[in-house]
């Protein structure tokens, strides 16, 4: 279980069911649904998006600072981002474009290998599969 479910299970005083908190949820304003929220309360959940944790810290009165925290997040500003002023001079494709850089860097890195297993990669003789069996053939000598 992750320490976001463990979190979620021990303010989850009431025992209130996923369905029961996702329509306290929705009747709050939120898009919670109990699928969501069954899968959270077990641990069987990936990074969370910020309207389910909002959705949580209001259901379950958590604040959202702790609920960040236990999912591993940037807790230091629980406000949604606000672009200077001067934003507002950016044309409607700038606005698309600095939205997608903001996603892009909250994506989570998928793939990505470490320094060490790039080089222990590269130091392997390579190795190529037979077109018809799919078994390794050894590695050429030219």
Same mark, same amino acid.
Do not use: C, W
């Given at each position: 279980?992750?320490? &976001?479910?463990?979190?979620?299970?021990?303010?989850?005083?009431?025992?209130?069911?996923? $369905?029961?908190?996702?329509?306290?949820?929705?009747?709050?304003?939120? /898009?919670?649904?109990?699928?969501?929220?069954?899968?959270?309360?077990?641990?069987?959940?990936?990074? %969370?998006? =910020?309207? /389910? &944790?909002?959705?949580?810290?209001? #259901?379950? !009165?958590? %604040?959202?600072?702790?609920?960040?925290?236990?999912?591993? &997040?940037?807790? =230091?500003?629980? /406000?949604?981002? #606000?672009?200077?002023? =001067?934003?507002?001079? &950016?044309? !409607?494709?700038?606005? !698309?474009?600095?939205?997608? #850089?903001?996603?892009?860097?909250?994506? %989570?890195?998928?793939? #990505?290998?470490?320094?060490?297993?790039?080089?222990?990669?590269? $130091?392997?003789?390579?190795?190529?599969?037979?077109?018809?069996?799919?078994?390794?053939? %050894?590695?050429?000598?030219?």
């Amino acid at each position: 279980m992750s320490g &976001l479910s463990e979190l979620l299970s021990a303010r989850n005083t009431a025992g209130s069911s996923a $369905r029961a908190l996702a329509r306290r949820a929705q009747e709050l304003g939120h /898009t919670l649904n109990h699928d969501t929220a069954a899968r959270y309360l077990r641990g069987d959940h990936g990074v %969370p998006d =910020e309207a /389910t &944790l909002v959705a949580f810290s209001e #259901v379950l !009165r958590v %604040p959202l600072r702790d609920l960040r925290v236990a999912a591993d &997040l940037p807790a =230091e500003a629980v /406000t949604p981002y #606000v672009p200077p002023a =001067e934003a507002s001079r &950016l044309t !409607r494709r700038q606005r !698309r474009a600095v939205d997608e #850089v903001i996603r892009a860097m909250l994506e %989570p890195t998928k793939g #990505v290998r470490e320094p060490t297993q790039l080089a222990a990669r590269r $130091r392997r003789p390579a190795q190529r599969q037979a077109a018809r069996h799919g078994k390794a053939e %050894p590695p050429s000598d030219t």
